[in-house]
């Protein structure tokens, strides 16, 4: 069952509280996922019990996505704050150094704190930050666009869209290449999710000047790209491998944005096979 767990962060006011909610499964060294803008931790569902055999797995919230606070007022939705977030968040479990892996925004706050020497190893997948500048308009309007019907919708109309296959590819077809395989109660509540969420606007106005162009030294990394990712286009992935040259390249075949629910099996060996450096 979720549990939600309350820390201490600094902000520019001082202390403040904020909680944070996740999902905690498996045993072994840890493991923290981190799910895309928009999205929740049950973006990681279809792959979190095989990880779990292998893992301490820690499925995350987002601040300001799901079920988790927004940032204290006057906190920036920007890589350094959520990734100092993120680091009270482990300490507050008693977790040091995990492994980390994170899809979208989710993967460019795996290598931020890698880049912070947070973490063991990074896994990746389609993150954010390796886009040309008309890459991320296109992006950032598709977004803009997804979070404008989702908050335009009737709750009504969504349950019905997620009851069949049609209805779940006009709903989530944008992230996902087999839309349909998506089940209609995980359809609803992701929907739902990107209605919901608080830190959407801040976040993606956070992102509109960031590109990461620094090596991750010393640490394993794994870059994945879903071959059919129509979000941030494959060829990113090279941009990737360039400005992080030991990193290891993986292509998914058959696989969107969010791979996860595309192919479980070939995302959770990706994932286990790059915290085994």
């Known amino acids: 069952m979720p549990a939600r767990i309350t820390f201490t962060i600094g902000t520019p006011a001082g202390p403040r509280p904020t909680s944070l909610r996740y999902e905690r499964r498996g045993a072994g060294e840890p493991l923290l996922l981190l799910h895309g803008i928009g999205h929740h931790w049950q973006a990681w569902e279809p792959v979190l019990d095989v990880l779990a055999a292998e893992r301490d797995v820690i499925a995350v919230d987002l601040p300001g996505f799901g079920a988790s606070d927004p940032l ?26 995990p492994h ?42 598709t977004l803009r666009a997804m979070r404008g019907a989702a908050r335009s919708l009737p709750v009504p109309v969504i349950d019905r ?57 010393g640490l394993p990394v794994t870059v994945a790209w879903g071959a059919r990712d129509r979000l941030l286009l494959p060829r990113q992935g090279v ?29 959770a ?9």
Request: charged fraction near 20%; include cysteine.
């Open 161 to 217: 869209l997620s009851r069949t296959a049609a209805g779940r590819t006009v709903l989530t077809s944008s992230i996902y290449a087999r839309p349909g395989r998506r089940s209609p109660s995980a359809a609803y509540a992701e929907t739902l999710a990107l209605r919901g969420a608080t830190g959407f606007r801040q976040t993606l106005a956070a992102g509109g000047s960031v590109t990461f162009r620094e090596d991750v030294p």
């Open 239 to 267: 941009r990737a491998k360039h400005t992080i040259p030991g990193a290891r390249l993986v292509r998914l075949p058959g696989c969107g944005h969010v791979p996860m629910n595309d192919d479980p099996a070939l995302v």
């Open 100 to 141: 980390v892996a994170g899809n979208s925004l989710g993967g460019l706050l795996a290598l931020q704190l890698a880049r912070e020497k947070l973490v063991r190893s990074v896994t990746a997948l389609s993150p954010a930050g390796f886009w040309s500048e008309g890459e991320r308009r296109y992006a950032f309007a």
């Open 72 to 97: 204290p007022e006057g906190c920036a939705y920007d890589l350094s704050t959520v990734g100092s977030v993120l680091g009270a968040f482990c300490e507050a479990l008693g977790v040091e150094r």
């Open 269 to 277: 060996r990706v994932i286990l096979d790059g915290s085994r450096g």
